[in-house]
């Protein structure tokens, strides 16, 4: 099964620290940052607008699996998070590969990991942006808060951590 981790950090507003993807035998780690620094191996991603739109569309992806309402994407014109998203994906930008590796030592595995709609707004529109289905799976995306597992609970009413 396909596994998506994200470590966020933080109260007031949680920012994203640390991924973790697992796709087949590709396994990839990176860390906020300009390099993986003392993580070893890791890649590394700034907390950029176009991250934090991963962000939020994995957090989302993750309520629908889980039967909230919410939809699992992401739509936007330009200067949206769809849009700033869609834009680094287009231009294949680094922090992809090093948060989602590659496969067969060259393809890059956000290839498979992204779904969108509109691509680069060439049609009067938004641009839409969801995960691969093996992501949209129950428990496919994790969700760490400062180091305890975050289960969203669909009724909306609370949040509970466990560690």
């Not at 700033?84 to 393809?107: M, P, Q």
């Not at 839409?128 to 093996?134: D, E, V």
Request: glycine share 10%; net charge positive.
């Amino acid at each position: 099964m396909d596994v998506f981790k994200l470590h966020f950090v933080g109260q007031e507003e949680p920012s994203l620290f640390q991924t973790e993807f697992v796709l087949g035998s590709t396994r990839c780690s990176a860390v906020r940052g300009k390099t993986g620094g003392a993580f070893a191996g890791h890649g590394s991603f700034h907390w950029s607008i176009a991250v934090r739109a991963l962000a939020v569309l994995a957090i989302k992806t993750s309520l629908a699996a889980r039967g909230s309402p919410c939809e699992p994407l992401l739509v936007g014109e330009k200067g949206s998070l769809a849009a700033s998203l869609d834009y680094a994906i287009s231009k294949e930008t680094h922090w992809l590969v090093d948060v989602f590796g590659v496969s067969d030592g060259r393809n890059p595995n956000f290839k498979k990991v992204f779904k969108r709609t509109n691509s680069g707004r060439k049609r009067i529109g938004p641009v839409a942006i969801s995960l691969s289905r093996q992501l949209m799976q129950p428990g496919a995306i994790v969700i760490r808060l400062n180091s305890f597992d975050v289960g969203l609970l669909v009724e909306g009413r609370s949040i509970k951590s466990r560690q």
